[in-house]
């Protein structure tokens, strides 16, 4: 297994370029989402799914796109970069929790995008 | 609404002082679940413990224990003998309570943790 994979590990873009941040996990996980982490404000959440073509907004959404057409993939596209979004992006995945107790949750090794 | 505070931003000790990362949390929930993550300098997020709300018995493995104390909110976390490869930056995380669908996790700001050699 490959566990969680992002590509690309570094990203520059330049302010109002469009990007897809790709995430795929091979684990059959209902449950994927997306972070980013900036000094100071540890990792927050901006999108997740719970299944192919269920998504959801988590706590700071704007300015980002997400669709889950297959369980496998989970891609983030940023439309119209910002240096705000200046950022190291993390994709998760695990199974759901409709049974009980917890399944663990997998991280990929990250993106680090660059807004100039 | 979940919050989690990390109060200590960065801490440095010398090798083998014994240090405790201090993590408060706030929920509503009766039910939920408490982490720690570590994330080494070359940047990827490490499990390092997951406790649920309903067993306050401390963890002890290694040179890792962590104190969970509903009565006042918080997930301690003690490294005994720091070694320079504990260098990183430690995160808590709460989760939201059980039966959901989703797995989001609510994270402190993280402590960054030097230790000298």
């Known amino acids: 297994n490959a566990g969680v994979t992002q590509t690309p590990k570094f990203q520059v873009l330049k302010t109002g370029q469009s990007m897809t941040l790709q995430c795929a996990q091979d684990?059959?996980?209902?449950?994927m989402s997306w972070y980013r982490q900036d000094p100071g404000m540890g990792l927050r959440l901006i999108h997740y799914?719970?299944?192919?073509?269920?998504?959801d907004q988590g706590e700071v959404p704007n300015g980002y796109n997400v669709s889950r057409s297959t369980t496998e993939d989970f891609p983030l596209r940023l439309l119209s970069a910002a240096p705000s979004q200046t950022s190291v992006y993390f994709c998760?995945?695990?199974?759901?929790?409709?049974?009980?107790?917890?399944?663990?949750?997998?991280f990929g090794p990250g993106t680090r995008l660059t807004v100039l | 609404a979940q919050k989690v505070t990390q109060a200590q931003t960065e801490i440095s000790v010398v090798e083998k002082e014994d240090v405790t990362l201090d993590c408060v949390y706030e929920?509503?929930?009766?039910?939920?679940?408490l982490f720690w993550y570590k994330q080494p300098p070359s940047g990827e997020l490490v499990f390092l413990i997951r406790?649920?709300?309903?067993?306050?018995q401390n963890e002890i493995s290694g040179r890792y224990s962590w104190n969970f104390q509903k009565s006042t909110s918080s997930f301690n976390f003690t490294i005994t003998a720091s070694q320079v490869v504990d260098s990183a930056v430690y995160f808590c995380?709460?989760?939201?309570?059980?039966?959901?669908?989703?797995?989001?996790?609510?994270f402190g700001t993280g402590t960054l943790l030097a230790v000298q050699p």
């Open positions: 998760a995945s695990s199974y759901t929790r409709y049974s009980s107790g917890y399944n663990e949750q997998f």
């Open positions: 684990m059959n996980h209902e449950y």
């Open positions: 799914s719970v299944g192919a073509g269920i998504t």
């Open positions: 929920t509503r929930d009766t039910t939920y679940y």
């Open positions: 406790r649920n709300s309903f067993d306050e």
């Open positions: 995380a709460l989760s939201e309570p059980y039966g959901g669908a989703t797995n989001k996790l609510i």
